[in-house]
């Protein structure tokens, strides 16, 4: 016996009919005797009862094979798909290597789920990131040499973020971050102000983190841990200056790092200092040299603005308004004359 389908058309419409035949020979001729009309069993059913009656063997789906085991996938898809688009491989270094496969795997677990980078390690076996890319089996020691290999090539991926991201005249937001540290053996850590981890009475690591009007990270700088906050910003101005020869950038900051230090101390000897508002709002660098032209730092007064949690929170991408008042258009000065060139 078998299934045959039988198709037929009337007008514009084709209509199937499944029936269940045996084959009689009389002679020299075949004869079709329908034992049974199927057509209206669903046609997983009708599937089945052909494979059975050409004789295949057929079992339940869940003893047709073994589960060996079963990983977690559709997270890993999604990040890696968002990496491959903003180009973040390139972004680290051109050319593939396992270190940078590694720098990979640790970005993306750390989007995934934050841990240590023991935790990484078992990630990568847990989930299919690190089949995705590469490197499984890895230890806790490959990822420390390749966070070695990725703080080797620091300054040439601030600058193609620098390249991408930041514009001459946009804004930049600049704040200054710690975390506690335990050991004695690192260079930078001191005990110093605590920015709320909590844990006081530690030596600490400070880190300020330079971004851009939306928020996307651009730099970021270690220093040590007793250091002001207002003493990390003049290096973050030559870093724009000179590594990223940006011509005019505004940086936003929070009243602790823009301080009358830093308003009233020039950059370069010899050159052009810096200008103060009167309303105390918005302090200006002028005259670096023609390549750095201003160099704004804004700063919240209190009952005014709050500039701070602009700082703070920085994918807003806008400063703040005042309430009651409209926003001073920052101005800037040449030192040499004292003319005024127009709105900043």
Known sequence: MHVAKISRRHGDREYDSYLVRRSIREGRRVRHETVANVSRLPIEAIEALTQALKGVALMPAGEAFEIVRSRKHGHVEAVLTAARRLGLARLLDREPSRERDLCLAMIAGRVL??????????????????????????????????????????????????????????????????????????????????????????????????????????????????????????????????????????????????????????????????????????????GQGGRLAAVGVRRAQPGRDRLGAAASRPAAGRLPQPAHRRRARPQTFRAASGHREGPG
Not at 160 to 182: I, N, P, Q, T, W
Not at 229 to 243: A, G, H, M
């Open 113 to 286: 789920e934050g841990g240590s980078k023991l935790a990484c390690t078992r990630r990568l076996q847990s989930c299919t990131l690190g089949e995705e890319l590469g490197v499984e089996g890895a230890v806790h020691d490959d990822l420390y040499q390749a966070m070695d290999w990725l703080l080797a090539r620091q300054d040439q991926v601030e600058q193609r973020l620098a390249r991408r991201h930041l514009k001459a005249g946009e804004l930049a937001l600049y704040d200054v971050s710690c975390s506690y540290f335990e050991g004695r053996s690192c260079p930078l850590a001191r005990f110093g102000y605590d920015h709320g981890s909590g844990k006081r009475g530690r030596m600490q690591v400070e880190y300020g983190l330079l971004c851009d009007s939306d928020g996307r990270p651009v730099a970021i700088e270690c220093f040590e841990g007793s250091l002001k906050d207002s003493q990390t910003l003049p290096s973050q101005v030559k870093k724009i200056e000179q590594r990223f020869g940006l011509s005019r950038v505004i940086v936003v900051a929070d009243r602790g790092i823009g301080t009358n230090d830093n308003v009233n101390t020039d950059l370069r000897d010899g050159r052009a200092g810096v200008h103060h508002r009167a309303e105390g709002a918005t302090n200006q660098k002028a």
